[in-house]
């Protein structure tokens, strides 16, 4: 909703998308970051087992995982110029690759899993280990969720759909952003 001199009537009708994927994010953030609350209280019980336990994950996958999703956010943001420069075809074209990016950061999250589990380490080995996967494993999901939001948007690509799927998704690379360096480096 505009005013008469067109600006937005409120500070909520400038965010970009609709109101309720704000909602949503609001929320996510807020149990992510009740997650990382928990995982902070518990690694002060006991630095130097998370210390050591952290020492077993591969920062290097952590670090491609991280280029992915930050280079699949940058499509993002070019599918929404695109979409409202009227090229629709380019716009389409930036969310496949910001989705297949996400199948990317997923292929890649299954591997360290992989080793993880080959290597006999599961969520009971210690807490970090609890807090890895749990952590992780409900970004995963949430990639997952945002692969699917992104192939609706692409179908149904208005461009308050394509904001709205963008704030979605470049809540999923914020998150990361967060849990690479507190989970593989801090």
Same mark, same amino acid.
């Given at each position: 909703m505009k005013d008469r001199a067109g600006a937005p009537a409120?500070?909520?009708?400038?965010?970009?998308?609709?109101?309720?994927?704000?909602?949503?994010?609001?929320?996510?953030?807020?149990?992510f970051g009740a997650g990382l609350v928990a995982f902070a209280a518990v690694r002060a019980t006991d630095p130097e087992g998370f210390a050591l336990a952290q020492q077993g994950l591969d920062g290097r996958l952590g670090a491609i995982n991280t280029a992915v999703l930050v280079t699949s956010g940058w499509l993002m943001a070019l599918a929404v110029r695109f979409r409202a420069s009227g090229r629709r075809r380019d716009a389409r074209l930036a969310i496949g690759g910001a989705a297949l990016l996400g199948m990317v950061f997923l292929g890649v999250k299954a591997i360290e899993y992989a080793h993880k589990i080959a290597a006999g &380490?599961?969520?009971?080995?210690?807490?970090?280990?609890?807090?890895?996967? +749990?952590? %992780? !494993?409900?970004?995963?999901? #949430?990639?997952?969720?945002?692969?699917? &939001?992104?192939?609706?948007?692409?179908?149904?690509?208005?461009?308050?759909? +394509?904001? %709205? !799927?963008?704030?979605?998704? #470049?809540m999923v690379d914020l998150v990361w952003v967060v849990l690479f360096p507190v989970i593989y480096l801090l």
């Open positions: 409120s500070e909520l009708d400038a965010l970009p998308g609709d109101l309720m994927i704000w909602v949503l994010i609001v929320s996510e953030l807020l149990v &380490i599961g969520t009971e080995t210690h807490a970090f280990y609890t807090f890895y996967y +749990l952590l %992780t !494993g409900f970004h995963a999901a #949430h990639v997952v969720a945002g692969i699917a &939001i992104l192939g609706l948007v692409a179908w149904r690509d208005s461009h308050d759909n +394509l904001e %709205t !799927g963008a704030a979605f998704w #470049h």
